[in-house]
């Protein structure tokens, strides 16, 4: 079965030859693949920052698409590549977690590492896997050939996990932190607005209070249009379901001094 | 009928999951859709910023594309979403004037307010309505459902409009300013050369002085390389057909340290 | 023959509207033309630049693809534009050298000056040829035509070349320099690991030095990992073949402070 459709996420940057050359070698393999850029700026070897992006792209993207993701500190080192099929898509990239967070929402059919060299004759630059293994891979994988014939299937636990720093709930509190500042200078935590749906103490949403770097935030909007004061600081449940702190027509890093890391609590009055 | 190719304009930037997002979801509702991106590095809710750049940009794209933009500060208040008909193109974005530039140059033909949740089944996070309403409505205008099944026609009056400021003349001098500074450091100016051509204090355009920040530019050139001294400020007719000021192989703004908003006056001698 | 692929390399840069309206323009004469960007942020002018990032992708893609590249500091001057036709590619640009790199590992069949403005009917802004005779033609290109029919054909020596700094060997040592910083902080040399290949003093890897800013380098290794010392600065074969000096998880740039043309010296003990 055909997939054309491939995403494609890394952390090599937009001005080196890199990206070129690593569309060119699938296309190669398959020059009627439609390579869609997740992001290519991935901070260097960062793999939550990756691991935050993929949640938050790959699953809008139709059934059956390809996504391929390189980033690889160290690159060829001791880590495996990976093929991971699930119900819904095709992921591949280097064996170092990436992945899990897009995987939570998917249901793992079959995870493969990859060794048949038959699909990427090389010759291999021993630091750009992304070029010589991972684009051809991806390029078969295009064209329909089995995940299988890649190499031996690998059991689920044998796979590299990530695991983002989760929050924690005591006495009606939920700790948590930064874990990513956007574009627009929105605060994103690692606090998921369902983490409030099943408690009591929050059901009044107006009436949580979010608290960050000494500040007092009260309650939890649905837009940053809502809050009565233009200037100040709203919380608001963002596009991936997370508790974001923003500032209506501004940037909450800005205002806030804030940086990933930044201990975030929600309590209710 | 089916119009495949969409042009893509936002402000989400390059490095978070949101530009992936919304082709993700537009490519759900037709993965044959080709997507070309103009920009995502529209500064924050820059809306002039916008229309400049659609200016620039959309009318060089064949006939019934769809220019898809999201520039949309508050995100999902009180502004509607449109679909735009006009004789060539097809255009999709928030009621906020960033078409207004682009339009100009465009025949009308009808407006429609995109109310039909049909076409955008959900969930609608209220802060990217990017990813969960114009890119399904985009995907189903490019697979040729028509404008009018989204909701209800309005009046061209109905629709907000954005003015860049205007080029004033009086005394034979042309006041106008600096509205954009590209890529290269040229510093774009709202006064189009137009506006010269039909005025005889500017016949000889070789006789035509420039003015900026005390510095005094003679002459407006055809290309970068015809002033006498590689190293002086040149002003030219930019490729939008707007009066531009230039520094041959260097940086216009960095040598006048000069940002949008600056004056620029336009006299004869 | 129609060749739809179609590669892009400009200084243009991501924010203005530029790179769009080229985009638009190529693909109103051919809407079936599937474009890939190289990079748009190749440094204003820079053509050494433009040299490197063509010579590290344009040789991935697939036969037939045509690679289009503007980096044309001063436009419109007196410089001729080229269609380029190689045993494997059809390069189109300015004729000002950015393709030196790359050709070298084609076999040139034919160079045609491009002057027919049949396929490329106006208005010519004399500032933006990337929109209105670039992109054009390489439309046309891509659709069939003939590049014998956009002009007349030069002799190879008619055409401009580009030398990047020459590495020298002198009594077993190899004087080379920094070329490119990359998005990892690499530092890639123009010393390729091929120049060593020959060489009797260099035949043990493991006894080669690299030095650079008063620093030594033990060895040239495979890849980043291989290094004893995680912090410690290595030298490697690049994925384009060239010696980089890396530092493991970190960025060699910043820890040498080192910029595009230092010098780098290969010694053996």
Redesign the interface.
Known sequence: LEN??I?L?T???????????????L??VN?GAV????????G??DLPGAA???????????PD?IHLAVID??????RAALIIETARYTFVGPDNGIFSLALQSEEILRIVRITNAEYFPGPI????HG??IFAPVAGHLSLGVDAGRFGEQIDIDEMEKIALPEPSLENESITGEVI?I????NLITNIPQSMLDGLNAFADRDRVIVRIKEREIKGIK????ESADEAALCA?????GLI?IAL??G?AADELRSKAGETVKVVSV
């Open positions: 054309k459709l995403t996420t952390d090599f940057g937009l001005k080196d030859p890199y990206v070129g050359a690593m569309k060119g070698a296309l190669k020059p390579i869609t850029d997740i992001t290519h700026l991935i260097a070897g935050f992006v993929l949640l938050g792209a790959c699953r809008y993207f139709p698409s500190p160290g690159v060829g080192g001791v630059s021993p630091t750009f070029r010589d990513h956007d574009n627009f200078g649905d837009t940053y249009g608001i449940t963002g596009g991936t974001e209506n027509m940037s």
